[in-house]
């Protein structure tokens, strides 16, 4: 095992599942910005099942690949969270659309906050048009983040954002059941009733995914069920 003076700072952590053609840019961003910032980083790649070169790509380019046999957003996430040797772990979707360079910034605000873990806000951010379905930005995404705010007393105005950090040594203390797109639901649920202390950050940019035509990996009205399914379970049956 690695001495403390060699454990990274920082654990970067991309779920992935077939996504050779952004992948690419996302670990370059990632990379060049922890370098410019003399952070002792690692980056992981958690592949889920990818049937195209992602797994490859992400090897090329210096990332740890943590293959993750079962499916789903949260499965992906949770693996490669558990994975992470760094202090804090940020993670971000792997199509593009969430600037990776931001991640040095973010870690410096979460340090300065005492917070255990920062969001990045798109909702009051810069959204590039075509970025984000009319739906999900001012009715999925605001209503869900409401009824968090009204259940958990959690200060969260952009609940579905995929970009975050948190503190690796107290992650498993959320004890996080879903492993599909609910997770980021749950994963605020819990850390309010864990009593973490909370931040949100202004995300400067939100881009539209680079993908190329490709569809995405959300479902608007099955993935926003699971979403309010989580919120309430968490609610109602504490566990």
Not at 172 to 181: A, F, H, I, V
Not at 200 to 208: A, D, T, Y
């Amino acid at each position: 095992m690695p001495g403390p003076q060699d454990r990274p700072e920082l654990s970067i952590v991309f779920p992935c599942r077939n996504e050779e053609k952004s992948l690419p840019a996302c670990l370059q961003e990632a990379q060049r910005a922890c370098q410019q910032a003399h952070l002792r980083a690692e980056i992981i790649v958690a592949d889920n099942g990818s049937t195209d070169r992602s797994a490859a790509v992400a090897q090329e380019a210096g990332a740890r690949v943590i293959p993750v046999a079962q499916k789903g957003y949260g499965a992906a996430l949770h693996a490669g969270i558990l994975a992470a040797r760094g202090q804090w772990v940020c993670f971000c979707d792997a199509d593009g659309s969430y600037p990776a360079e931001y991640f040095p910034q973010m870690l410096q605000v979460v340090q300065a906050s005492g917070a255990d873990l920062l969001l990045a806000n798109r909702l009051h951010g810069h959204i590039l048009p075509r970025a984000m379905p009319f739906l999900n930005r001012y009715v999925g995404t605001p209503i869900l983040s409401w009824l968090i705010r009204r259940l958990f007393k959690l200060p969260t105005y952009d609940c579905n954002s995929g970009m975050r950090i948190l503190r690796r040594d107290k992650y498993e203390e959320l004890n996080l059941q879903t492993r599909d797109m609910s997770y980021a639901s749950e994963m605020l649920c819990q850390a309010a009733k864990q009593k973490w202390e909370y931040r949100e950050w202004i995300s400067p940019l939100f881009r539209p995914d680079t993908r190329q035509g490709r569809p995405p990996h959300l479902q608007r009205w099955k993935d926003g069920a699971r979403h309010l399914k989580t919120i309430l379970r968490c609610y109602f049956h504490p566990h």
